[in-house]
């Protein structure tokens, strides 16, 4: 993400240029929808989240370093809408569907059997990832399935490198016990 193009944007924005906020959305709501649908599982909240998110977002802008990348800024403002959501919500219901993981291949697409298997083992995967501590949870969908670097994730989550690393690796500790603990009841 291009910080300059993004510094620009946000001067302009600052200097009274309302709808220059429209390019930083349009360029950014990707990723956050991705974010905030990986992190809820709710595609009924996601919108209303994102939207939250990017109304939260230009209202801080004044406060903006410009210093930082402001995709990491973002995305820190992103986690903590999400934080609050998620204690508002204290049990969430995951919404497994197939789009969980659109990224994921498919050995043999026209073998039924191998698709419903790799579909269910998703929801599996899903459902687990939403039972991590969130901590770890945010680590790993920010490192794994918005592919993220650690240095990344850790400007964002406001941490050190290897904090971010030992969160991602631990969490995936976490999920390999609890698929492991799933698999032998």
């Known amino acids: 993400m291009d910080t300059d193009e993004d510094n620009k ?7 009274g240029d309302q709808q220059a906020y429209a390019r930083l959305v349009n360029k950014y709501k990707g990723p956050v929808y991705n974010l905030v649908y990986r992190m ?12 939250e998110i990017f109304i939260r977002t230009y209202a ?32 969430i219901q995951i919404a497994a569907e197939e789009s969980n993981f659109q990224n994921r291949k498919v050995v043999d697409p026209h073998n039924p059997e191998v698709m419903v ?7 599996q995967l899903a459902v687990k990832i939403q039972s991590l501590p969130d901590r770890q949870r945010e680590a790993i969908i920010l490192r794994y399935f918005q592919d993220l670097a650690f240095k990344d994730i ?7 490198v290897s904090t971010a690393k ?20």
């Open 166 to 185: 030992m969160r991602v690796y631990r969490g995936l500790d976490k999920l390999a016990d609890l698929l492991k603990s799933e698999e032998e009841s």
């Open 9 to 15: 944007i946000i001067a302009q924005i600052l200097s």
């Open 154 to 160: 850790a400007k964002i989550l406001d941490i050190s």
């Open 40 to 51: 809820t599982g709710h595609h009924q909240e996601t919108d209303d989240l994102a939207q």
């Open 60 to 91: 801080s802008l004044k406060n903006y370093d410009i210093n930082r990348h402001f995709f990491s800024w973002l995305y820190s403002i992103a986690l903590n809408v999400l934080r609050n959501y998620q204690k508002k919500r204290k049990s």
């Open 117 to 123: 298997d790799r579909m269910e083992q998703s929801r």
